[in-house]
């Protein structure tokens, strides 16, 4: 009885994540269809044929709250054109990615964490490595609704961008994927999601948009 | 010259105490402390703010204590042997504050202090002067003179 309840809870969670990574297709498709001239027909995004799908999938969940920041990069990106490699992750077991051209290591989760008193919840503190500071962000409320985030184990990985001024914690780092710039469903510059780059429909994967995220996080108008 | 000056500035070194909060390091300059007490008794103030523990009697003077850990939206913790009250001096104004222990004097170069990070921070903690690291750890610089805002500071002055 017990181990029913787990698998629906596990269900129930897949079916939240697939519904929310479906929202972001969309989302995409809708800002080309809001970007693109009339003439132009735009084609519905690919549906992902899983279990989850079968079930009534929720409303897209509504967007977080752009901030207006750094400007936005014209997307697919210069580092994008041919193939290019990006690293696959979990956060609250939503799959994300940040591409290898913009990673600047990856950490276990430090034992020590210095927290900042007055900070937002979502900076977790400060990390010393290599006698520089490390800023530790939680960004599992920027990118994804509340009422969706899961209960989850403490996060494993430190992912460092921005020359490695802030970590990125995560559930795991996962594998590296090598992708060509067609494979992507990029956000156009209207999109409401700031952090977005695109989504790898094939891995149903969102990439970070690395260079916007981390300028929003400097700014610190977030959290 | 100016940029000798400049060097000379950054390498200075000033003298901090540091307290323990919450299993970290905080670090006030040496200039502004008088002295470390031992807790003895508090009296409340009824309708003091929430960090205002009380006022205690320091030789005929009163003076108000106020807890850090509040001040600083730490958990709240119970006093015991280590706890100390550390009386500063701001702006002519003779406070006394709560820490969990006392470490040592230590001395830092302005350029061994890292700005504090911007990252959502509220108001209240602007009396976070900066990171510096030490010995693999990193302590966390207090600018007292901003630990309590104008306001509070006068209402902790009515007391």
Known sequence: MKERSQKTLVVEEQQALTAYLDGLLQEIALDEVDSEPTDVRVEAPPRVMTRAKLVSVPDVPPPVPAVQVASRQAMPPDWAHGAFQCLLFRLAGLPLSVPLIKLNGIMEMPEKITPMPGHSPLFMGLVNRHGRKVKVVDITQLVMPRDRIPERAPPRNLILIDDARWGLACDRVEETLTVTADQVRWRSAQGKRPWLAGTMIQHLCAILDVDYLASSLEDGNWG | ?159
């Open chain 2, 1 to 159: 010259m100016a940029k000798e000056s400049q060097s000379a500035s950054a390498t200075h070194a000033t003298q901090y105490v540091t307290f323990r909060l919450a299993e970290e390091t905080y670090a006030i300059n040496v200039m502004q402390v008088q002295e470390v007490l031992r807790v003895a008794e508090i009296a409340p103030v009824p309708g003091a703010p929430h960090y205002v523990l009380g006022i205690i009697n320091l030789r005929g003077n009163v003076v108000t204590v106020i807890d850090a850990r509040r001040r600083m939206g730490l958990m709240d913790k119970e006093s015991d042997d280590s706890s100390r009250v550390v009386i500063i001096e701001v702006s002519g104004q003779v406070i006394g504050i709560l820490v969990d222990s006392v470490a040592e004097v230590i001395e830092l170069a302005e350029k061994d202090v890292d700005p504090a990070p911007n990252v959502g921070n509220d108001e209240s903690s602007k009396y976070i002067q900066g990171v510096a690291s030490r010995e693999g750890e990193l302590t966390i610089v207090v600018d007292l003179n901003k630990l309590l805002t104008d306001d509070e500071w006068a209402e902790v002055a009515n007391l």
